[in-house]
């Protein structure tokens, strides 16, 4: 891949993700949108605080038996405090998100949903069918953008407000649903156990 420089402070950004659409110059703060192999500023700045955490950018850890890299990093707040989501690039180079709330991690993967629910037809305890499984709605609430980090998948805002739904599936199974503008991105994924998190040296 060809090298890209910020376009505020010229520094090389270091891309290792083929199709990062946003990424965070290390060296001055800055966020860049990618498009069309160019570089352009995004007029903001994010910060994040650094927070205790078991997983950090551009750490490797193994999980069970794949490795996997974070790469980028997105912080979103909400009733009961703020959760991340952690971008990771598998061995074969294939991006899948890591959800950490406290002591709580779940991979989760886009998934196409043909007639995805309306958020406000839900209800807490709310039973459903969605991708020829039943679910439980488990969750309810709204999600602000505090800030990101590093190289992600899709452009971003830091202040972005979004609302969601989780439900729970029958084996350890979850599935978010995220309703951005009139759009609702499906994630299904699986519970992960943190203590098989094997950090790299
Ligand atoms: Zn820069």
């Known amino acids: 891949m060809d090298t890209l420089n910020c376009p505020h402070c010229g520094a090389e950004l270091p891309l290792s993700f083929r199709f990062a659409k946003l990424v965070v110059c290390p060296h001055c703060g800055s966020t860049i949108f990618l498009e069309d192999d160019a570089a352009r500023l995004a007029g903001d700045q994010s910060a994040l605080t650094e927070l205790p955490s078991l997983v950090r950018l551009k750490v490797a850890f193994r999980y069970r038996n794949a490795a996997y890299l974070p790469v980028g990093h997105i912080r979103y707040r909400y009733a009961f405090g703020y959760w991340d989501e952690w971008w990771l ?8 998100w890591l959800s950490v709330d406290e002591g709580d991690y779940a991979f989760e993967h886009p998934l196409r949903l043909d007639a995805p ?6 209800k807490i305890n709310d039973e ?6 039943e679910w439980r709605v488990t969750e ?7 800030g990101f ?6 452009i971003i805002r830091v202040g972005e407000t979004f609302r969601y739904a989780h439900l729970s599936g029958i084996d350890g199974e979850l599935m978010t649903l995220e309703y951005v503008g009139n ?19």
């Open 89 to 96: 690039l598998d061995d074969g180079g294939q991006g899948v």
């Open 117 to 122: 629910p309306d958020f406000h037809a839900l």
């Open 128 to 133: 459903l069918e969605l991708d020829g499984r």
């Open 140 to 146: 309810l609430d709204k999600a602000r953008c505090e």
């Open 149 to 154: 980090e590093g190289e992600l998948p899709e």
């Open 183 to 201: 759009g609702v991105q499906a994630y299904a994924g699986k519970w992960v156990d943190p203590f098989d998190v094997r950090i790299e040296a």
